[in-house]
């Protein structure tokens, strides 16, 4: 009985850990996605110019 509790919550975090993980990505690529339609609408390159 405990050690099927404790597999349980073990498979659950890991689950849980699992989207946690996705949905940083996601928003992380979105928000970079984002900022370079911005930019690149706005007409400010990427990296800077070099000198």
Known sequence: ???A???S???LAAGV???VLMLAAGI???VFVLMAGLRSRLGVPL???PE
Do not use: F, K
Request: proline letters at 6%.
């Open 1 to 3: 009985m405990g050690a």
């Open 5 to 7: 509790l404790v597999a």
């Open 9 to 11: 919550t073990v498979a």
């Open 17 to 19: 850990q699992r989207v």
């Open 28 to 30: 992380w690529l979105l």
């Open 47 to 49: 990296a800077p110019a």
